[in-house]
């Protein structure tokens, strides 16, 4: 479906949606002092703080249209007074932890951003932050959505060997000559390294660390008390780390260029469309709708459409709305679509 674009302040179109009845928000609002926007609006504020309360009263009619299984990616920028940097996306979030939010990941957007840095007395600015809110506990991620294809192990002189080249040799001898493990632990472990062999072999995990008791560093900490891991170490001398076999999940850096190098007209500050994705997939159902109340040029819709999910674009400039449609129509042309 076509994405639906109301044009006007997002405050006032957000009071006219119904309760619980947004899957998915993904939104980078004007940062503030920052750009001079077509028809003014938030970000123009003499002070931060007023900004950050006129964002703040739209971020609390954002958590009333989303439903309980909902998620809200929040993507501010941050800005310098008198010669400080104000700290504005970790206070926005702050204020949104204390109203309920549920903060699940602060992702790093990693820019790549190269070239000459102007400044004289401080280092470059590279990243920002996308904050990933949900209003429960239990909320909707599709996580199988998004996972990078799986490493296969393979078959080598009719030995199994993981995706990272474990064929249990070494875990094997290491094993045999521990001085830390009883005899009973040692066929325990013999018996369970055997087990997960196979498991390789049949593609049941796709790797695997194994930690053998004062042979490889713990991946947890040594304390009892705080790690199930250690506790397991403690008893039976050895524990094992697998790997999902459908692929491993998303770190919290992202490294995508921005999309101010795309020679877009009027609108200054486009966020590129690779940063929707991972949201809209593992969060959005198939049948879900997406909202950003600060859609711009249209790119969190743009992503929505490609990827099959209904969405609600909202903006106080008509120029801009006009060429979000255009831009959909153009890329995906069909101009039957430009109402």
């Not at 001398?237 to 795309?262: A, C, H, R």
């Not at 008509?318 to 255009?326: D, G, Q, R, S």
Request: glycine share 8%.
């Amino acid at each position: 479906m076509f994405p639906l674009f109301i044009q006007g302040d997002a405050l006032d179109v957000l009071q006219s949606i119904s309760d619980n009845s947004i899957d998915c928000c993904i939104t980078s609002p004007p940062y503030w002092q920052k750009r001079q926007y077509e028809n003014g609006g938030i970000g123009l504020e003499s002070s931060y703080l007023e900004y950050i309360d006129n964002l703040f009263n739209i971020i609390k009619e954002v958590k009333r249209v989303l439903k309980p299984t909902g998620a809200f990616w929040l993507n501010v920028g941050d800005s310098y007074h008198n010669k400080s940097l104000i700290g504005i996306p970790w206070r926005i979030a702050l204020m949104m932890i204390d109203d309920g939010w549920l903060l699940r990941n602060d992702i790093i957007w990693s820019k790549h951003k190269g070239g000459m840095n102007p400044n004289k007395d401080r280092f470059g600015s590279v990243f920002e932050d996308f904050f990933f809110f949900v209003k429960n506990e239990k909320y909707y991620f599709d996580a199988d959505s998004i996972r990078s294809k799986p490493r296969q192990a393979i078959v080598k002189n009719g030995t199994v060997v993981s995706a990272t080249g474990v064929s249990g040799i070494r875990y094997r001898r290491q094993i045999e000559l521990s001085t830390n493990l009883s005899e009973h632990e040692k066929s325990e472990a013999m018996k369970k390294l055997d087990e997960v062999l196979e498991n390789v072999k049949n593609g049941t995990i796709s790797d695997f660390r194994m930690v053998i008791r004062n042979e490889q560093r713990t991946t947890h900490s040594d304390s009892t008390k705080l790690s199930g891991r250690a506790k397991e170490l403690k008893e039976k001398g050895f524990y094992f780390l697998f790997y999902n076999p459908k692929g491993s999940m998303p770190g919290d850096v992202w490294d995508i260029v921005p999309e101010d190098t795309q020679k877009r007209k009027m609108h200054f500050a486009p966020y590129p469309e690779e940063l929707c994705v991972i949201p809209i997939k593992s969060t959005c159902p198939c049948d879900g709708v997406v909202l950003d109340p600060f859609s711009g040029t249209g790119t969190t819709m743009k992503v929505a459409y490609e990827l099959g999910r209904k969405s609600i674009g909202i903006d106080l400039s008509n120029e801009y709305i006009k060429l979000a449609k255009e831009r959909i129509c153009r890329e995906f042309q069909n101009y039957s679509l430009f109402r």
